[in-house]
């Protein structure tokens, strides 16, 4: 396993990656922000990440992820592409659900496909995409804003907005649906939740996009 530590956090966190010889990492593409020595870099479509990331191909966005290995020693670091935080999940034969924009890097064998394409709702901002990360070693997940970690026991359960969804174990009991009636699904700014039941491990993110791009809209139009 490689070394690492998160800098900077909360609030513009930077993974660095010290790698031994023969050591590799792999992340998406465009978050390397600095390599140091002997580091050799090799692109794919990251097996089924290809199939999951329609979404992305559709916006124009990149499919390939991109893995550093050293011979001899070396260093990368990386960064998300929005301001927040950054955690490590490891992995010992697990499975985790992960959003797809919250997916930054992993480390071992580990496997990349997706878990769930959602329902695309009236005002949900755009289509749910959940990849899912199995295998040994570990993945790196990041958050636009700070990360919450939520422990629910058994029995408990939470309602959660979509898009503040980071990630959790792929065996957790969920359900997704409209928030409220169809009244408050179309005037209360919500619309797709999802009811996560526990036990259960949850990542959450605490703030999303589609408030910014609608703030940001007032001034392109003018």
């Known amino acids: 396993m490689p070394e690492w530590e998160i800098e900077a956090k909360p609030a513009y966190s930077v993974l660095k990656v010290k790698l031994s010889p023969g050591e590799s990492v792999t992340s998406e593409a465009g978050a390397m922000m600095l390599m140091r020595g002997d580091v050799s870099v090799s692109t794919s479509t990251g097996g089924g990440l290809l199939g999951a990331l329609v979404r992305k191909v559709a916006a124009g966005e990149t ?3 991109n893995t550093y ?13 929005i301001p927040g935080d950054i955690e490590y999940i ?19 064998d580990i496997r990349l496909g997706v878990a769930w394409r959602g329902m695309r709702g009236l005002l949900a901002e755009g289509e749910m995409v959940w990849l899912k990360v199995e295998g040994t070693g570990g993945v790196w997940v990041s958050s636009f804003g700070a990360m919450e970690k939520i422990e629910l026991q058994p029995g408990e359960r939470i309602t959660v907005d979509n898009f503040h969804f980071v990630a959790m174990p792929s065996n957790v009991r969920w359900e997704v649906r409209k928030f409220g009636g169809f009244k408050s699904f179309i005037l ?5 939740v999802f009811d996560v039941t526990g036990p259960a491990k ?12 609608k703030l940001l809209q007032k001034y392109f139009r003018r």
């Open 69 to 81: 290995t050293t011979n001899s020693g070396g260093e990368v670091w990386f960064v998300p592409s």
């Open 63 to 65: 499919v390939f992820v």
């Open 90 to 108: 490891p992995l010992n034969g697990e499975s985790y659900v992960v959003q797809d924009t919250s997916y930054l890097a992993h480390h071992g």
């Open 202 to 213: 949850v990542y959450l993110q605490t703030r999303i996009m589609p408030p910014l791009v």
């Open 188 to 192: 209360g700014g919500e619309g797709l």
